[in-house]
């Protein structure tokens, strides 16, 4: 069998961001267009059920109410199953929608798939964060290499602040 590794993107603040289109907890499809004319937090995160992973995406579902008084609207990716995140998403109780890059498309177009993980896992989204503006553009990046690290959510929230 022949396998294609796709170059991944450099994305830059002030790139237009990629579209996608990815499988719900809730077994729909959803677009990134749909958030048209909204801000978006968009988050990668490595896999469910991990305990970095579980702390990042817990204090988004504490702080939601922040993020919803700034109109942002949060969106957290892995290449889990949607089967996996919807069964996380409830025992965590999260409040925001959760995809499933299991296909490795999105995190690839985004720049941030470790090409190879902790043993030997080859396809796991690097924990990143992006904002992206009610007109498309990336006006914040942050892909972590060390998936033990938070992205920085203090500077995240001010930016968000700060936009229209």
């Known amino acids: ?3 294609i ?4 993107k450099i994305l830059k603040i002030g790139d237009k961001a990629p579209g996608f289109r990815l499988p719900s907890t809730e077994k729909n499809y959803v677009s990134l267009s749909d958030f048209e004319g909204k801000k978006v937090v968009l988050l990668f995160f490595p896999m469910a ?3 970095v992973c579980t702390k990042e995406l817990c204090m988004m579902r504490d702080d939601i109410a922040r993020y919803a008084h700034i ?3 949060v969106i957290a990716i892995s290449v889990d199953s949607y089967f996996t995140l919807a069964k996380y998403k409830e025992l965590n109780e999260l409040n ?3 995809l499933s890059d299991f296909n490795k498309e ?4 985004y720049g941030c798939l470790y090409e190879e993980f902790a043993l030997g896992l080859k396809g796991v989204s690097k924990r990143s964060a992006f904002v992206i503006d009610r007109e498309g553009e990336i006006r914040y990046e942050e892909i972590l290499e060390n998936a033990g690290e938070l992205p920085n959510f203090d500077a995240i929230q001010k930016l968000l602040e700060t936009l229209k």
């Open 1 to 3: 069998m022949l396998f």
């Open 5 to 8: 590794e796709w170059p991944m």
């Open 49 to 51: 059920f991990t305990g």
């Open 71 to 73: 109109n942002a609207e």
């Open 96 to 98: 925001f929608t959760l």
């Open 106 to 109: 999105v995190s690839r177009a």
